[in-house]
């Protein structure tokens, strides 16, 4: 999902990109929460005399589409406000963090409740006699989360982890046929 706004404005010239990025995050931060989101990213690029700052944001139940453009005018509006991106034009891209998004934090957790994910492990469980070296990992569905653990369904059995235990999570995509269809050998409305 993204929002698109082109902006210029007046500023003294730029004091460094990452001197940037925590300026405008310091900025737009009590914005977006103000919104009930969180702000998860600040990204500023330049592409010749154009800058492109992404701004990726996040809630509890997720972003919707008109939450991503309510938050994307608040965001613009607070940039020109403070004239916080100087003279050269930029592109304002505001979006929600996609699947490949790491989980990191307990909050990230939470949010993928009902998801299958997987993780590496950060402790190694004693090899097996003959089972091949490499890193342990976890995949299972995330069904609860709170400050101090994650709860996991591996293969029917639930299992607590520290975050401490866990490196940062994939949410594995998932795919379900569509209107129910199970894959029968029934012959679709075109014959085939």
Known sequence: MHG????????SPSRGAAADTGRIAGLLEPVVTAMGMDLEDVRITSAGRRRLLRI????DGGVSLDDI????????????RAAAMGEASYTLE????????PLTEPKHWR???GRVVTAPLTSQPAAAAGAPAGP??????????????V??????????????????????VEFAPMGGYDGADEEGPDGY
């Not at 698109?4 to 500023?11: A, E, F, L, T, V």
């Not at 505001?94 to 998004?101: E, K, M, N, T």
């Open 56 to 59: 990726v944001v996040d809630a």
């Open 69 to 80: 453009a309510l938050v994307s005018r608040e965001l613009s509006d607070a940039l020109d």
């Open 136 to 149: 342990a990992t976890v995949t299972g569905r995330v069904t609860g989360a709170d400050s101090s653990v």
């Open 111 to 113: 949010r993928a409740i």
């Open 4 to 11: 698109d706004s082109r902006h210029g404005s007046p500023r």
């Open 94 to 101: 505001v979006s929600s963090p996609g699947v490949d998004r």
């Open 151 to 172: 709860r996991i369904d591996v293969g029917g059995v639930s299992r607590e982890f520290g975050y401490s235990e866990l490196g940062p999570a994939r949410v594995q």
